[in-house]
Antibody, heavy 126, light 110 residues
């Protein structure tokens, strides 16, 4: 059973760089797309971006200019860096593992995230 | 379009059936996945694929998909089902590069 453990700095000043890491235990590292998701206080989930074991990344277009997601396959870890943070980046940040499945007969797909970290609260304040 | 739209809030009487819906163009190509989130906790996957439940999810949770709309149905809602529910898929335009979430539905069990 795959488990995720995440860590990183919880208090940042405006203009600093947010840095979080997520370690994957107990399962296949190569079988997932590894994502970062955030949730501002009282608001919904926002996907930040993802990486696979080969290092291929996809980012939310609204954050792409400030986001870097990297992977260390030797440690089964992936990391998030978000530059030039402001108060609007205050949120709980989650790491998660997702999978895409194709149903050929129906020419339809499904995507799901079945493993999540517990979340890290990041506050940006001067 | 990469948006998924959900009603902000829904209520249901204890023991009754409730349907939570999610609309978006990507759902013509993707079955939606559904997540339950209780206060202070990480989201938990409750439905994925055509109508699959992960181990440990009660069978009162079910999913369906039609056209651009996905639905999560709770048959015989329990007090512990009170939570926020989010739908999820990938953006089916282009090369399916982006993940999208609905805005969430707050379910109140009366």
């Amino acid at each position: 059973q795959v488990q995720l453990q995440q860590w990183g700095a919880g208090l940042l000043k405006p203009s600093e760089t947010l840095s979080l890491t997520c370690a994957v235990y107990g399962g296949s590292f190569s079988g997932y797309y590894w994502s970062w998701i955030r949730q501002p206080p009282g608001k919904g989930l926002e996907w930040i971006g993802e990486i696979n074991h080969s290092g291929s990344t996809n980012y939310n277009p609204s954050l792409k200019s400030r986001v870097t997601i990297s992977v260390d396959t030797s440690k089964n870890q992936f990391s998030l860096k978000l530059s030039s943070v402001t108060a609007a980046d205050t949120a709980v940040y989650y790491c998660a593992g997702g999978a895409i499945v194709v149903v050929p007969a129906a020419i339809i797909y499904y995507y799901y995230m079945d493993v999540w970290g517990k979340g890290t609260t990041v506050t940006v304040s001067s | 379009s990469s948006e998924l739209t959900q009603d902000p809030a829904v209520s249901v009487a204890l023991g009754q059936t409730v349907r939570i819906t999610c609309q978006g163009d990507s759902l013509r190509n993707y079955y939606a996945s559904w997540y339950q989130q209780k206060p202070g906790q990480a989201p938990v996957l409750v439905i994925y694929g055509k109508n699959n439940r992960p181990s440990g999810i009660p069978d009162r949770f079910s999913g369906s998909n039609s056209g651009n709309t996905a639905s999560l149905t709770i048959t015989g809602a329990q007090a512990e089902d009170e939570a926020d529910y989010y739908c999820n898929s990938r953006d089916s335009s282009g090369n399916h590069l982006h993940v999208v979430f609905g805005g969430g539905t707050k379910l109140t069990v009366l």
